[in-house]
Structure formats: structure tokens, C-alpha cells
């Protein structure tokens, strides 16, 4: 197998925006809002650039404490998940970053903050400067909200929370996207993501710009390109579409889905040796340019299917993938 393989078992950080996670309460956000922490791209540092109450950071940033306890924010998670490992991004914080931070859950219908009942999910952790802090979870519980707390104050660039999205048993039998994040299908693995994270394919709405798609690196050597995800589990497969909106020079020439049912659990490195031998859903499909490419379902009609195989030739992006079918 190859080493270039990128392995993302399926998880997704459940702390991004686009699925609805949003901050409902700080302590403080004096020097840098605490909105800013679950921004999706990257943080970065502007030299130079102040704002009325000091330098500005592209991060969540409190004041100097000079009272008891410490500064911290919920965040209500725009869908329930698992959440299996955990990244404190303390970038450009550096001489302003915790001493120590730790993280709180529950799941509650409510968000009144003096309602909320917290259970440790991750006991505190010394803090660096200007640093990745990657943390595994063991909890098997789902959560709704979550609590951030930073010892006793400072600043954090971003924080990740990967885990997976709760499948809905209500939606059985419905004719819908079986490949929609919001629904809990996720990317398993991929070759590669140079310019663009696989995951973005399954977002909801159109594609806001290249950054906000699939899109590889230019191959230079043989071969093609290729993800793995998994799909609600589905039946009657009638329609597929892929969209290669706001790639116009980098659009893959044409690309393939193979697809499969597996009904119990593997792990990722089985399922992408397995996925050589799927059945192909559709073959030899071409593409073109900033466009919605519409297809019929003509080879796996009456088959089921939870995982698919999405191949692109020879590379380029793509930047939105639907596929719909009956929940079963």
C-alpha cells in the first residue's frame, strides 16, 4: 500500500461552523473574539496590525486575569457526535498562551448555561507556545455542548474536535443524499489533498470558492487520484451528481465510482485494499469545466451501498458530490 495514503478513519471536527457549531458563552474575549477559534482555515499572523484594545490575534484571546478561577467558553455543537482526539492549535500565541487548558461535554436539549451538567472528557493538559496539542478521547458518549477552559487565561488560535456525527434511525426509507456530512457520511481515507480537503466534497450548499473543494496536487507520474467515503447506507441508487464549480483549468478529465456494501466493521487500511475489486457505479464519466455533471444510476440499480470510491483522472478538484437513494 502506498505511503501516500491519507488515513481519516472517518472523523470530522465537529467544532466547525458549517455543520451549525457555534460559541454560545465566554468569560471574556477582550483581546481576540472567541468566535474566531472555530474558524475553518488556518490561522495566521498579521505583523503590525492593532485594533483598540491591542495587537490583533487570529484566535480566542482573554485579559490578564487579577481575580479567582479561570476564563473559559461553551461551544453548542451543531450536530451530537463522538469525539475521539481533540487539537489545540496555540499558533502565533506565543508569551500569551495558557498555562494549562481542559475540556468539558454533555448532551442537554437545553442551552441554558445553569443547566448544563459537565463531565470531563479531557483532564487538564500543560500548554505550549505556538503549538499543535493533539489529544486522544477515550469517552464513548455523545455530546452536545462543550466546555473549553484555559488555565487561567490567555490565547488559542483554534480548536479542533474530530469524532463523528450521530446516523439518525428517522430517516429510513426517505429518498435523500445518502453522501450528505450533515447526515454523518465521511471521508475514510484518500490519496491526497494538496489544495483541498476531501471532506469538502460532502459539505452542504455550493462550493464558495477552489479552497472550499477536493482538489490534488498536479500528477506527474502514472496513475490517477482518488477518496473513500462512507455513505449513509442506501438502496436504489437513481441519480448522482458531481460539481466541478470554480475549477475551470484544473478539472479532472473524467473519473469512476465504485461502490460496495460492508456490513460490519474494518478498518480503514482492509477497506481501501478491498476497494479494487468494488463494482463500478458509474464508469468513464466525463467532466467539464465549473459545471453540475448529472447522472443515472445504470450499473448497481438494485444494489445496497455504504461506501464509496470516487476516482478522478489523472488529478485536479472537484468540489461538491451527491448521491441519491433510499435510506435503508
Partial sequence: MSKKIIFTNGLIDLAQPRLGTKVIFKTDDFFASANRIIYPL?????????????????????????????DYIILKLGKPGLIKKVDVDTSHFNGNQPAM????????????ISQLKWLPLL?????????????????????????????????????RLFGSIIKSKKLKNKKMNLASLLDGASVIACNNEHFGKAENILAPGKAKNMGDGWETRRRRSPGFDWLILNSLDGKEINKIEISTHHFKGNFPSHCSLQATYIPTSKSSKTIVNSSVKWKYLLKNAKLSSN????????LMKKDKINFIKINIFPDGGISRFRIYGKKI
Avoid: C, Q, Y
Avoid at 487548558?101 to 441554558?112: A, Q, Y
Avoid at 499543535?132 to 464513548?140: A, T
Fill in 291 to 298: 459545471k453540475i455533471h448529472i447522472f443515472k444510476n445504470d
Fill in 101 to 112: 487548558i481542559s475540556i468539558e461535554g454533555t448532551n442537554s436539549s437545553s442551552n441554558k
Fill in 42 to 70: 488556518p490561522p495566521v499572523f498579521k505583523d503590525g496590525l492593532f485594533d483598540k484594545n491591542g495587537k490583533w490575534m487570529d484566535g480566542w484571546e482573554s485579559r490578564r486575569k487579577r481575580t479567582t478561577g479561570h
Fill in 123 to 159: 483532564s487538564r493538559k500543560k500548554t505550549r507556545a505556538n503549538s499543535h496539542h493533539l489529544f486522544s478521547v477515550n469517552s464513548k458518549k455523545n455530546f452536545t455542548h462543550i466546555k473549553f477552559n484555559i488555565f487561567p487565561d490567555g490565547g488559542v488560535a483554534r480548536l
